[in-house]
């Protein structure tokens, strides 16, 4: 994808722009990082636009346009390369983690993190499951709360593929950490896979003394249903 494409997203991108809405959006991430106040839904819509006009980028130029949108003042093109990143996953070669490690650190909050780790290195970690300790390991001693959570939620889209030891073990890991995204992570990675082996998260809740927030966010759906 050539220069001309990059900015005719930023044109299409710009002209769609709700100035007040993108207020709004920045004030609910704490005033952490500026909007072109475009909805998620007309984003999409927006993105399928350009698809359809300017087509996608071969997988040798993905990295150069994902940078390119990183380092863009307004989050929406974040969202766009993510997404994209997500289309084009089954194309990324052994190398896309490093790529992933470093979004994971630059302009990190939930919104990035929560779909790069399932989405994108839960998909790599399936493809190169022999990678996955020596990251998770890396990534928990790091002490970035960021890269942490990627470890507790890449497997969030598993189901019974989840691997139970590894899951409990990074939990155990982290259990008593003092962030709360951390332990509304554990919660939430408990609570999907309950809906999987609810005997498993009871057991595991029961056994192990979690935070009030892990131990809530775990067992909510189940007491639910």
Known sequence: MN?????????????????????QMRAYVRD??????????????????????????????????????????????????????????????????????????????WDSIDLIAPSLVGYHFQQYPEERIDY??????????WLQRSCILFQLKYKSE???????????KLKDSKEFFIRKAIGWILREYSKTDPGFVVRFVQSHELSGLSHREALKWLERH
């Open 3 to 23: 220069t001309y494409n990059i900015q005719a997203l930023i044109l299409l991108f710009e002209q769609n722009a709700n100035p007040g809405k993108g207020r």
């Open 32 to 109: 952490q990082f500026d909007y072109l106040g475009i909805s998620s839904p007309r984003r999409r819509e927006l993105t399928k636009e350009f698809y359809k006009e300017h087509g996608y980028p071969e997988p040798e130029q993905l990295e150069k346009l994902v940078e390119a949108c990183w380092q863009m003042q307004y989050r929406e093109f974040k969202y766009f390369a993510m997404e994209l990143m997500v289309k084009m996953r089954k194309k990324a070669g052994h190398d896309a983690i490093h790529l992933y490690e470093r979004l994971i650190t630059d302009s990190s909050w």
């Open 136 to 145: 998770i390991d890396k990534w928990i001693a790091s002490e970035n709360i």
């Open 162 to 172: 989840t691997d139970t030891r590894l899951l409990r073990s990074i939990i155990l």
